[in-house]
């Protein structure tokens, strides 16, 4: 089966570094997306890994069924919900969602 | 960067009206656009696939007749939400997936849809 895992809610004080976590099932070639939510804005796109460019992102591997996104020196501003998606290929197949992350960066 | 727009951005209806939304892909042409609903504090939710020429396929408990989707041409598809009651009212967001970059789906900004 296709599935994602994701850290519910993580909360931190300004100027820290935070690691959000995706890990993923695939039954298919996977591209794994971050995409980030602020209030009433349309979703943006963070980041994205495949088996041909993965660079260790926080410390995870996408072959190694983990996809991590680092956000250094955090701002207030960077409080939003954090998506990570699966992408599958080949095949006319949707997106698979992860729950999101919360992420509260306090003052 | 590839580009999804949906109108309208914002509607307010009365209970029993239909409302139609647009989402097309303004740089690039999309054999699939997918539908998917958000209900507060929770993560997008798979509605149905769109696919261009052909029916669209719906995920298990969306009723595909009050649900009606439409994707004519490789840069339109639009969903129609029959009879809306209040319990209808959500945000419904349209994403595309390019023909030549299968890997990569491209979101428009969202429809923010309040049924009275």
């Known amino acids: 089966s296709n599935s994602v895992k994701q850290t519910g809610q993580i909360t931190v004080s300004e100027g820290a570094s935070v690691t959000m976590n995706c890990t993923y099932t695939?039954?298919?070639?996977?591209?794994l997306f971050w995409y980030v939510e602020y209030p009433s804005k349309p979703l943006q796109l963070l980041q994205r890994e495949t088996m041909e460019n993965s660079k260790n992102f926080g410390g995870g591997n996408i072959k190694d069924k983990n996809s991590p996104i680092v956000k250094y020196s955090v701002q207030v501003s960077d409080s939003a919900v954090y998506y990570c998606?699966?992408?599958?290929?080949?095949?006319?197949?949707?997106?698979?969602f992860g729950k999101g992350t919360r992420l509260s960066v306090i003052a | 960067g590839a580009v999804v727009s949906q109108h309208p951005s914002r509607v307010i209806c009365k209970s029993g009206t239909s409302v139609k939304i647009e989402c097309r892909s303004l740089d690039f042409q999309a054999t699939t656009m997918f539908w998917y609903r958000q209900f507060p504090k929770q993560s997008l939710m798979l509605m149905a696939t769109s696919n261009e020429g052909s029916k669209a396929t719906y995920e298990q408990g969306v009723e595909k007749d009050k649900f009606l989707i439409n994707h004519a041409s490789l840069t339109l598809s639009t969903l129609t939400v029959t009879s809306a009651h209040p319990e209808d009212s959500s945000f419904y967001i349209c994403?595309?997936?390019?023909?030549?970059?299968?890997?990569?789906?491209?979101f428009g900004p969202g429809t923010r849809l309040l049924v009275l």
């Open positions: 994403s595309a997936r390019a023909a030549t970059h299968q890997e990569t789906q491209y």
């Open positions: 695939s039954t298919g070639y996977p591209t």
């Open positions: 998606l699966l992408g599958i290929c080949p095949g006319n197949t949707p997106l698979v």
